[in-house]
């Protein structure tokens, strides 16, 4: 069998840059293991496979070693693939994940806003154990369903500090890293080695976990942020009432054809 896959820069207006993704269309799903093994095959953060039902389309969402319950810039890169490639008419894709429900993608220009639930956190103790996941203490620490998420004092200190990736795949899932920005208003990074993601380029789905603790922190619904990561990545943000709006720019790298 013969399958379409593209490659999308997420999160960025430059190739090279954001966050890449794998995205394969298909007309009816596939064996699960099958798609775990395409996303090994990619090594990529994240490949996403989505299905046309009736309009709705079903999204899926592999690392290369687990399925996660949800991917913010394999969405985006599904919907650039729908609205660029593949001739979706109209300006608002309906995703549908099982694993997180109905997840919408506006189409404004060359910005695609991503609609999705906000995260559910509550502030915890930094115990011994995660404080040892990184060389720099942070302020407080923060749970939410599935990654803890950190703060710190300075952008300086969540761009200069050293993660223990063994000690994180420990401990949790994932760890969100976030401080105040110096020119946007929030920056971060993301760690999640347990599923198979040392250091993430850029996270969508981290800022529903972020952005309602901005939003508070910072008293205000409308917000920019920037991952500081080696590839760099830009979003734009609002805290809604239980859901989250994220919006970047896709770049197109690459499409082709798997052999199956």
């Given at each position: ?40 095959e990619n ?121 223990n990736l ?53 008293e205000k ?40």
């Amino acid at each position: 069998m013969t399958y379409k896959i593209y490659q999308v820069d997420a999160f960025t207006d430059q190739l090279f840059g954001g966050n890449p993704a794998a995205i394969v269309p298909l007309t009816e799903w596939i064996d699960e293991k099958l798609m775990q093994q395409i996303a090994s095959e990619n090594n990529l953060a994240e490949t996403a496979f989505y299905v046309n039902k009736n309009d709705r389309f079903e999204i899926r969402w592999f690392t290369p070693v687990a399925e996660v319950d949800l991917c913010g810039h394999a969405t985006l890169g599904s919907a650039f693939v729908l609205f660029n490639c593949e001739g979706f008419e109209g300006n608002e894709i309906s995703f549908f994940s099982h694993k997180s429900g109905e997840l919408k993608v506006n189409k404004t220009g060359n910005w695609l806003d991503l609609i999705f639930p906000a995260d559910k956190v509550q502030q915890v103790d930094i115990t011994p154990e995660l404080e040892s996941c990184f060389d720099i203490k942070p302020k407080m620490a923060y749970k939410g369903k599935t990654d803890y998420m950190l703060i710190y004092r300075t952008e300086e200190e969540v761009n200069e500090l050293i993660p223990n990736l063994s000690k994180i795949s420990s401990y949790a899932r994932g760890i969100i890293v976030t401080a105040k920005g110096n020119s946007v208003d929030f920056v971060s990074r993301f760690f999640a080695p347990a599923i198979g993601v040392n250091e993430d380029p850029v996270t969508g789905s981290a800022h529903t976990t972020l952005i309602p603790y901005w939003s508070h922190e910072l008293e205000k619904d409308e917000m920019v942020a920037r991952p500081l990561s080696k590839r760099g990545g830009y979003l734009k943000c609002k805290n809604l009432d239980g859901k989250v709006v994220i919006s970047g720019q896709g770049k197109l790298y690459m499409k082709g054809e798997m052999y199956l």
